[in-house]
């Protein structure tokens, strides 16, 4: 699990944009664009360096489904290649369409990404054979095949005299420029139900470093939208947090990623544990839902979750999104509640 920080990136990222080769044709990089978004892969490339870079478009989670990027172009051209830039963890490329006027999507590559995993960054470059012009281009990521967020830069469409065309505007199969931060709240949001298994009391503690927690939770009859989470919990290691937050991800019964959000590690208080109330974009749960966390802790850093082992059964789970949940025991809960609130 690869870890960010946007506040981090923003600080520490060197604008370079407008350095473009001579023969470019196509949109600047949109300076308004959200790091991370589908927009960051319009535009000529502009991410200097490999790595965890706002001006390239990345997926909401590193590795845990198929992702796809379709660009729009400002006029339709011969198309000759589609070179796909690459910028973090590249590799992961496994097919290229275009789209006729009428809309109809075709392949025009399928295959073993040209630049290898092992490469820090690369452009892969597809010929294109079709004999309609070309405005469209969607390009396949087999995101799970390549550990870590397979960042795109920019997308070039080539034309039959060499030119390169860059992408004006672009979608995606998912973003993490939708991840949003967790809000503090001084305490439980009046006319909430809360789901929870476990009392005030933690008999333990846990941290994990490769892996994360899990808990699930039946809906209550009425309650419909997760609107705040509340955590047992204190932080350890150095006294200065670390400049990075944590996961928080909401599942469906099968464990599959539903919405994911992020706290800064600093919202957390080194030592002692207690409750922490933390509010989240209202969002609707299915009858049977999971609650996950994630630290990415290590000796220098991480977070204790409260364990309660005053419960008559388990509903809590190890586990990550992308490599799934495993049930805990002997019989114990993680410290986690959830709260709901009515449909609107
Ligand atoms: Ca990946
Ligand atoms: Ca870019
Ligand atoms: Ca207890």
């Known amino acids: 699990m690869t870890y960010r920080s946007t506040t981090q990136c923003f600080v520490t990222f060197l604008f370079t944009a407008g350095v473009c080769a001579a023969g470019v044709i196509g949109a600047a990089a949109d300076r308004s664009a959200r790091p991370f978004g589908p927009e960051q892969a319009t535009g000529a490339p502009n991410t200097p360096e490999a790595g965890e870079m706002p001006t390239a478009w990345v997926s909401l989670t590193p590795d845990s ?3 796809w990027l379709l660009l729009e172009y400002p006029k339709a051209v011969k198309a000759t290649a589609v070179r796909v830039v690459q910028t973090d963890n590249p590799g992961a490329l496994e097919r290229v369409t275009v789209f ?10 399928e295959g073993e990404d040209p630049t290898p995993p092992i490469s820090s960054m690369g452009t892969s470059s597809v010929a294109v054979k ?4 070309v405005q469209r281009v969607k390009v396949y990521l087999d995101s799970a095949a ?3 967020s397979n960042a795109i830069d920019a997308v070039g469409l ?9 992408a004006t505007s672009a979608t995606a199969s998912s973003s993490y420029a939708d991840v949003e931060s967790v809000q503090d709240l001084p305490k439980i949001p009046e006319g909430t139900v809360c789901v929870a298994h476990v009392d005030n009391t933690a008999e333990g503690k846990q ?7 899990g808990v699930r939770f039946t809906r209550p009859d009425g309650a419909a939208r ?3 989470i509340q955590l047992f919990c204190g932080r350890y290691g150095h006294p200065q947090p670390p400049q990075e937050d944590f996961h928080i991800y909401l599942l469906d019964g099968d464990w599959k990623l539903i919405k994911e959000w992020t706290c800064p590690y600093a919202r957390i208080a080194r030592g002692e544990q207690r409750w922490y109330t933390f509010g989240v974009v209202p969002t609707d749960v299915p009858r049977e839902f999971g609650i996950g966390l994630c630290f990415n802790a290590r000796q220098t850093k991480g977070i204790y979750v409260g364990v309660d082992t005053d419960v008559t059964t388990s509903h809590s789970y190890t586990g990550k999104p992308e490599s799934g949940y495993q049930p805990v025991e002997p019989k114990h809960d993680w410290m986690v509640r959830g709260f709901l609130t009515p449909a609107q």
């Open 65 to 67: 489904r198929k992702e």
């Open 100 to 109: 006729n006027h009428r809309g109809e999507e075709i392949e025009v590559w």
């Open 130 to 133: 079709v004999d309609f012009p």
């Open 146 to 148: 390549v550990p870590g």
């Open 158 to 166: 080539v034309d039959d005299e060499k030119k390169i065309h860059w």
């Open 207 to 213: 941290s994990f470093a490769d892996t994360g927690f």
């Open 226 to 228: 997760l609107v705040a």
